[in-house]
């Protein structure tokens, strides 16, 4: 299974917890103190959303198993792409609005997904998790009858249905349920827009839900179906259990409006045993919530040196509404809604593969309007600041202006977006895990580079060139003093030996040849390694001292062990018919005493 970290751009606002609940009454608009109005709410509802803004946007759609979705329609406005092989996709220069941006996904077997945001100025990053359209029950128009699904929850009908231009419908009814339960964490992938709403006084608030319900009718041709006016069904949504302490005997319900991509409030559930029961007239995702007040807020972080820090896990908390989350941008940057004058515990964290324990923890707010603040975050002697960066070309060597690289670290997976030809990756990585897997994607060509292991060298790692060419299995590359970068692409013979077998007798080693017979051609590397694992950092091979490990690039090209400080980084060794790969970077002499620099990558398949 491919893992595929989740990447919101905004702060998704979950009941991940509860620690108290100020009230659970009705949300009856405009906030009242000592009889003075203290909200001001604007005649249309998109007063609220500000200007019409450009910005970008990278996205991955997966299934609930996690496992990208490829060929899925995606829509911001009026611009549209596919999802590629990976799940990918990347709009540019969208038009949303300053605190508003809504992303649309659809795919013939799934049920309709979206992703609303906050955008930011760099590129806005999401992941959604379609869910498939797997019909529950199937019903019949003229019979009232409940369909009920494995965990409880149920919806009931009067018989009457409507076809999408409003009229009578007849036949048998495909009825599709998805119940969200807030206790997942996989809800915020999989619920659409975002926890942003309109209240019926046409005021916009956060939602902290209790629970969702997805609800899509179909006809025997496959049609969308709905209620007719007059008619409406009776839903019901299982409370998990953690939540009856503090769950109110009346709630707000509210329908997502998937035309503008926020929700709605329409009338109220109630608690009835250990679920809640409401009425409802047409069908859309519905959610039992409460609401609060909201004001927008961007973090911008960096390390001490004022470097702007991405894919870092930025967390805020409210003792009343919860824990909400989101990644940082390559600029650093996540925002998202906030409850509005509350204090905040502000929270960064670099990856649950090294630590869940917060790098960075501040008390913030509370905040009555719109807020960026900065933060930075120190030094930590269990992290390392990397920086990876690198030139990404297309196959015929013009470089990439429409594509994205994936940082795959631990069991996390970064897609960084790639438009200009070049990348720059900031992280933080923990002290005992120095590898890491690269994969550049072409998404104009659908070209690929395939997944390539390196290995950091720190602060900064350089990984050269790459190129996207599916149609390339292997290959060879270095630069000399930054000079114009040769590829081998042919003849290429990589052998691995046991100790005893190779061109030494002291361990195991590895033999690499590429290309033709002539110096600007070929290339030779030749390894000692030290078993079992063997990957790891090597200098260079001194063939005059007994048990020496360490590399050696000779004959082909003009590299003496004079004042040679190159270092090899042997990231793995596969099987037969697997891969080896091995980055390098450092200075020497030539044979005429001459000083160089050079750095390459080898991602060759292994011979025997």
């Known amino acids: 299974m491919k ?10 606002v979950l009941l991940i917890s509860l620690l108290t609940i100020t009230s659970c009454q009705k949300d009856d608009g405009p906030s009242m103190n000592n009889g003075e109005q203290q909200e001001n709410i604007p005649d249309n509802f998109s007063e609220y959303f500000g200007n019409d803004v450009s910005k970008n946007f990278l996205g991955t759609v997966i299934d609930d198993d996690k496992e990208p979705i490829e060929g899925v329609t995606i829509s911001i406005g009026n611009e549209t792409a596919m999802t590629d092989s990976n799940g990918v996709f990347i709009i540019n220069n969208a038009t949303v ?89 996989d809800m915020s992938m999989q619920m659409p827009g975002m926890l942003y709403a309109q209240n019926e006084a046409g005021a916009e608030r956060m939602l902290q839900t209790m ?34 302490g503090i769950a109110p005997a009346t709630i707000p319900l509210w329908y997502f409006d998937e035309v503008n991509g926020y929700w709605k409030e329409e009338g109220e559930a109630t608690l009835q045993g250990n679920e809640y029961v409401g009425t409802v007239a047409h069908f859309s995702f519905w959610n039992c919530d409460i609401p609060a007040e909201a004001v927008t807020l961007c973090v911008n972080a960096t390390n001490e040196n004022q470097d702007a820090l991405n894919n870092l896990w930025v ?18 940057e996540v925002c998202g809604f906030v409850p509005s004058n509350e204090t905040l515990e502000l929270n960064v964290y670099g990856y649950e593969y090294c630590s869940d324990t917060p790098l960075y923890t501040e008390t913030i707010g509370p905040f009555s309007m719109d807020t960026s603040i900065s933060i930075a975050v120190p030094e930590n002697p269990d992290i390392i600041s990397e920086t990876v960066i690198g030139v990404f070309n297309t196959c015929n060597g013009n470089p990439v202006t429409d594509g994205y690289v994936e940082l795959t670290y631990g069991d996390q997976t970064f897609v960084d977006a790639v438009s200009n ?12 895990d120095n590898t890491f897997i690269l994969k550049g994607n072409d998404y104009t060509n659908l070209q690929s580079t395939g997944n390539i292991s390196y290995s950091f060298t720190t602060s900064l790692t350089d990984v050269g060139e790459l ?36 061109q030494t007798t002291d361990g195991p080693s590895l033999d690499i040849f590429g290309g033709g017979n002539d110096q600007e051609t070929c290339f030779y590397m030749y390894g000692v390694v030290v078993g079992p694992e063997y990957v790891g950092t090597y200098d260079t091979l001194d063939w005059n001292t007994p048990g020496d490990t360490g590399f050696f690039i000779g004959e082909c090209l003009s590299v003496t062990n004079t004042n040679n400080e190159i270092e090899y980084n042997l990231n793995y060794i596969g099987e037969v018919d697997e891969y080896i790969d091995i980055n390098f970077t450092g200075s020497y002499e030539d ?3 001459n000083p160089h620099t050079i750095s390459g990558t080898v991602h060759v398949l292994r011979d025997n």
């Open 315 to 332: 967390s805020i908390t409210s003792t009343t509404f919860g824990t909400t989350y989101g990644y940082t941008n390559e600029n650093g």
């Open 421 to 432: 030809g070049e990348f720059e990756i900031n992280l933080l990585r923990c002290t005992e």
């Open 211 to 244: 629970g969702m319900l997805a609800v899509e009718l179909r006809g025997s041709g496959g049609e969308d179906l709905n209620l007719p006016e007059g008619s409406t069904s009776e839903i019901r949504i299982p409370l998990d259990p953690s939540l009856m």
């Open 97 to 185: 609005k300053e605190r508003f941006g809504y992303i649309k996904a659809e795919k013939e077997g799934y049920i309709h997904g979206s992703r609303a945001v906050v955008p930011s100025n760099g590129t806005n990053k999401v992941t959604i998790m379609l869910l498939e359209a797997s019909i529950t029950g199937t019903i019949s128009s003229g019979n009232a009858e409940t369909v009920t699904s494995d965990d409880g929850s149920s919806v009931s009908f009067d018989g009457n249905f409507v076809k999408e231009d409003g009229t009578e419908y007849t036949g048998s009814v495909d009825v599709i349920i998805h119940h969200l339960d807030p206790a997942d964490e």
């Open 591 to 593: 044979y005429e005493g």
């Open 3 to 12: 893992n595929i970290t989740k990447t919101p751009n905004l702060f998704l």
């Open 467 to 502: 190129s996207a060419c599916n149609d390339v299995d292997e290959f060879i590359q270095f630069t000399i003093d930054n000079e114009e970068t040769v590829y081998i692409l042919e003849n290429i013979y990589a052998n691995f030996y046991a100790a005893g077998q190779g």
